[in-house]
């Protein structure tokens, strides 16, 4: 297996923290989140006004995770992977361990960012099997479930590879824009 190249952009008070389940093959390699051919993440925040430019995808991460200028309203947004060590295209692969959760929920807290938006369902599932989520999350924008965090928690549905239609997507992304 791979070692992990991506390194999460994390910093305090962040606006959003994006949370994917793991970096996959294609994006590992070109060392950039979000960066395989077939991703479509920057383009459906684009589409969603929380950025303002549609950015190629081997900048991307570093435009909009790593800076403010194409940001909506100059939010500060960041990333990060639950599994970060696990390299594997095939989500169905990767199998999320207590240790993960416990470390992410340890960097919710260290960090303090003022929503959280996951945007896989294993993702969800890791979170809302552990006993300090106080609830489950949900598709859309919900409130803080994360004990000892004042962050507040969204769902989205994973952007590439699924029969979600864009709108649903999109809408999710424009109702965490409109919180901003």
């Not at 999460?8 to 994006?18: E, G, H, I």
């Not at 093959?25 to 549609?54: A, P, Q, W």
């Not at 199998?95 to 993960?100: A, D, G």
């Not at 416990?102 to 960090?111: C, I, P, S, V, Y």
Request: contains cysteine.
């Amino acid at each position: 297996m791979a070692a992990a190249n991506l390194q999460p952009f994390l910093r305090p008070n962040l606006d959003v923290l994006f949370v994917a389940l793991n970096p996959p093959i294609e994006s590992n390699v070109n060392g950039h989140y979000f960066s395989g051919r077939n991703s479509r993440f920057f383009d459906l925040l684009y589409l969603s006004g929380l950025t303002t430019k549609n950015l190629p995808k081997s900048e991307a991460d570093e435009a909009i995770f790593g800076a403010t200028t194409f940001n909506h309203k100059g939010c500060e947004f960041g990333v990060v992977d639950l599994a970060e060590d696990v390299v594997q295209t095939n989500s169905g692969k990767v199998r999320p361990t207590r240790e993960h959760v416990n470390l992410l929920f340890a960097r919710f807290r260290r960090f303090d960012p003022r929503f959280v938006c996951v945007i896989h369902s294993k993702v969800r599932d890791a979170l809302n099997r552990h006993p300090d989520f106080l609830g489950q999350l949900q598709y859309g924008i919900g409130g803080p479930l994360l004990l000892q965090s004042k962050s507040l928690f969204a769902l989205n549905y994973f952007p590439n590879g699924n029969s979600i239609s864009d709108d649903k997507k999109l809408n999710i992304f424009r109702a965490l824009r409109n919180a901003l």
